[in-house]
């Protein structure tokens, strides 16, 4: 099985070097330009979106500084996104948004996968939002990939988290888990890009064993991830020459 997180990984975005693959950056700025003709929810989302950004800075700053752990902090963000920008978009422009940005994968993370699908499953494990990672999924299945998919399920965000939903570290590592654990898979290649996903490593080396797990940092984001990993690559077209070759 491969299992792969999503953003800055799977997800090139609009703009990588300015929002590092982040899709709620990309839904947030698709939502404004998608309500540009409705004043009053247009300029509630602009205001959301520069308190977003206000508070991003002060998250990573406490992050630098040891103060607080990645997760923590992009909880937070998640909650902050839910309740200033979800909670302003109508329905119809957040399904067209998600649908718009769902295009902004890396191709060759697709050629990649379209070369392994007979040879392997996969799936998503990410604190995305699902109707996001749907609409993945079945951008996947035009490249006749069959794409499983793990998310955060948007809810009120004074609310506990979801049944199921993929909002902490924690989280992906109960998720994949279970995933393993249900099915009768001997090997895993997981790949993401931050110390976060460290936890689905630790789960699968659980659940297989450390010689029937590969560990890929793709496109890495901070040096915890480089320092554990197996093998680190910048491009999709590098990771997919290795996992061809792993495969044969």
């Known amino acids: 099985m491969l299992i792969t997180d999503f953003d800055g990984t799977l997800y090139r975005g609009s703009c990588p070097f300015l929002f590092r693959g982040i899709a709620n950056a990309d839904l947030m700025v698709a939502l404004c330009l998608l309500s540009v003709f409705k004043t009053k929810r247009f300029f509630r989302l602009l205001l959301g979106m520069f308190k977003l950004r206000r508070l991003e800075r002060r998250l990573r700053r406490e992050y630098g500084t040891g103060k607080m752990t990645l997760s923590d902090a992009e909880e937070q963000m998640v909650r902050f996104f839910v309740a200033h920008i979800l909670a302003h978009g109508e329905k119809t422009d957040i399904d067209r948004a ?4 769902s295009g902004l994968c890396y191709k060759a993370a697709w050629r990649c996968f379209g070369v392994l699908k007979v040879r392997c499953d996969f799936v998503i494990v990410s604190k995305s939002f699902e109707f996001l990672l749907a609409k993945v999924s079945q951008r996947a299945s035009w490249h006749g990939i069959e794409m499983g998919y793990y998310g955060n399920k948007a809810g009120d965000s004074d609310l506990p988290p979801l049944q199921g939903s993929v909002r902490v570290k924690a989280d992906k590592r109960v998720r994949l888990q279970a995933l393993l654990a249900s099915r009768s898979y001997k090997k895993a290649i ?7 996903d460290i936890a689905m490593r630790d789960a699968a080396v659980e659940v297989l064993g450390k010689p029937n797990v590969v560990f890929i940092c793709m496109n890495a984001k901070d040096k915890k991830i480089i320092g554990v990993a197996d093998q680190s690559f910048t491009s999709w077209q590098a990771a997919g020459a290795y996992l061809e070759h792993i495969f044969t």
């Open 190 to 196: 997981v790949i993401g890009d931050t110390e976060d």
């Open 98 to 101: 998600a649908r718009i940005i």
